[in-house]
């Protein structure tokens, strides 16, 4: 893994803004695996004024999401496809009809994730896809536990998951849905780069588990370590329990 530590997370979203932006300026066309949650917020301010400085176009991209809570659908305030409108889409040039999203209302959630997988596919794959990581080590929704999907999936989610995302509902963890659908580990580690962005003490121990302990479901982005094109991007808090020769 390639790690980079920012003195903090304003300089880290604006690292990770101009490096997609970059890619975008080499290939139009590009696809890419997009998140939403808190750490992603900066990243996507500094793609927005990038965007306006008319210095990257995305008109050529498609998007593919990593997650969405089942049960929402895509005009529902709390559901992310809302959140990636407030914070994103409606602000650059991209064409709706390449924007892609689990549908949350589907009644047919194995289907529909199903139907997630082709499209990627016949997209042609991920090419870079942007993560972030929950304190108890998830990417996407993909939650610890004994075993680990690998395409996208029904999820049902842990307590602290509801609780991190109950801002979107009011800051009230009881609305939280349950269930969401997220891409699965393959979905995530078959895309060509991965970012990774963790920002804060509270990712320092899921950073170091990720970064330097064993493979573990119980650790669901140690399996990040797979893959050959990783780049982590950490602030110093979320850098603080790295073994002292990954910082500078
Ligand atoms: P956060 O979520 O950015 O809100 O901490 C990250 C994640 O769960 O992937």
């Given at each position: 893994m390639d790690i980079t530590v920012f003195p903090g997370a304003n300089q880290l979203a604006a690292a990770v803004a101009e490096r997609l932006a970059g890619h975008l300026c080499r290939a139009r066309s590009l696809?890419?695996?997009?998140?939403?949650?808190?750490?992603?917020?900066?990243?996507?301010?500094?793609?927005?004024?990038?965007?306006?400085?008319?210095?990257?176009?995305?008109?050529?991209?498609?998007?593919?999401?990593?997650?969405?809570?089942?049960?929402?659908?895509?005009?529902?305030?709390?559901?992310?496809?809302?959140?990636?409108?407030?914070?994103?889409?409606?602000?650059?040039?991209?064409?709706?009809?390449?924007?892609?999203?689990?549908d949350g209302s589907t009644p047919d959630p194995e289907g529909e994730c199903a139907r997630y997988e082709r499209a990627i596919a016949e997209a042609g794959g991920i090419d870079v896809q942007i993560l972030g990581i929950g304190?108890?080590?998830?990417?996407?929704?993909?939650?610890?536990?004994?075993?680990?999907?690998?395409?996208?999936?029904?999820v049902r989610l842990r307590p602290e998951t509801r609780r991190a995302n109950a801002a979107l509902f009011a800051g009230d963890a009881d609305r939280v849905p349950h269930q969401a659908l997220s891409m699965g580990m393959a979905t995530i580690l078959h895309?060509?780069?991965?970012?990774l962005m963790a920002t804060g003490s509270e990712k320092a121990g899921c950073v170091s588990a990720m970064v330097e302990g064993p493979l573990t479901t119980r650790t669901p982005a140690s399996f990040l370590q797979l893959h050959p094109d990783v780049h982590v991007m950490l602030d110093q808090a979320a850098a603080r329990k790295l073994a002292d020769q990954v910082r500078f």
């Open positions: 696809v890419l695996g997009l998140p939403t949650g808190r750490t992603p917020l900066g990243f996507y301010r500094n793609l927005v004024r990038i965007a306006r400085e008319g210095r990257v176009d995305f008109s050529g991209a498609t998007t593919f999401n990593l997650d969405e809570f089942l049960g929402l659908g895509p005009e529902e305030p709390g559901s992310y496809r809302q959140y990636m409108e407030r914070h994103f889409f409606r602000f650059v040039n991209i064409d709706r009809r390449n924007i892609h999203f689990l304190s108890n080590g998830h990417i996407g929704f993909n939650e610890p536990a004994d075993h680990l999907t690998a395409r996208s999936h029904v895309a060509r780069t991965i970012v």
